[in-house]
């Protein structure tokens, strides 16, 4: 008899991006508070979905506003990305790709974001950029040769990066307005 898989959990983030006063477009990331499964992990704002949200897309506001501040208030949801999931944590996620416009200071949940990472989307287009790597987690049954974007001293990896990945070549592209 076949196992059947595990149930998912079902998230949403938002993958917030704003134009700067140098007219760049920049990605707002998260740098998750250590402790908990994604520790120290750059991320898009978001988590699970609560019973009182009405759909993915209230998901991604909500923590978007928990996380960051980010008031609803600037954010234009622009469309829904493809659903990605984590590979050893179990997790379902429901990504939007939002216009923001950026507040004069983040308002960061200390107890859920160690930091603020906003990266130029330029930067992350750099061949330099890119990088492979073999990771071994304690979760894992062998080391894993996994894709990232290097920004700064830290690394995009995991569900975030297979996220960001097919979306940057578009956003480049100037396939949305910011």
Request: hydrophobic share 40%.
């Given at each position: 008899?076949?196992?059947?898989?595990?149930?998912?959990?079902?998230?949403?983030?938002?993958?917030?991006?704003?134009?700067?006063?140098?007219t760049e477009l920049r990605l707002v990331l998260i740098r998750r508070s250590e402790g908990g499964v994604h520790g120290g992990h750059l991320a898009f704002p978001g988590g699970k979905r609560d019973p009182e949200d009405a759909s993915f897309?209230?998901?991604?506001?909500?923590?978007?506003?928990?996380?960051?501040?980010l008031d609803r208030q600037l954010v234009e949801v622009l469309t829904e990305l493809p659903t990605?999931?984590?590979?050893?944590?179990?997790?379902?996620?429901?990504?939007?790709?939002?216009?923001?416009?950026?507040?004069?200071?983040?308002?960061?949940?200390?107890?859920?974001?160690?930091?603020v990472v906003e990266v130029k989307l330029s930067d992350l287009a750099r061949?330099?950029?890119?990088?492979?790597?073999?990771?071994?987690?304690?979760?894992?049954i062998a080391p894993q040769r996994g894709a990232f974007y290097r920004v700064g001293r830290y690394q995009v990896w995991g569900a975030t990066y297979r996220i960001l990945h097919p979306l940057l070549p578009h956003l480049l592209a100037g396939e949305w307005q910011f």
């Open positions: 008899m076949k196992e059947s898989p595990r149930p998912r959990i079902a998230s949403a983030v938002l993958v917030p991006i704003y134009r700067g006063e140098d897309r209230d998901t991604a506001l909500r923590e978007a506003w928990e996380e960051l501040g990605v999931e984590t590979i050893t944590t179990d997790f379902l996620i429901y990504p939007f790709l939002a216009r923001i416009a950026r507040p004069s200071i983040w308002n960061r949940s200390e107890r859920e974001v160690a930091e061949p330099e950029a890119r990088g492979d790597d073999i990771t071994q987690l304690s979760t894992w």
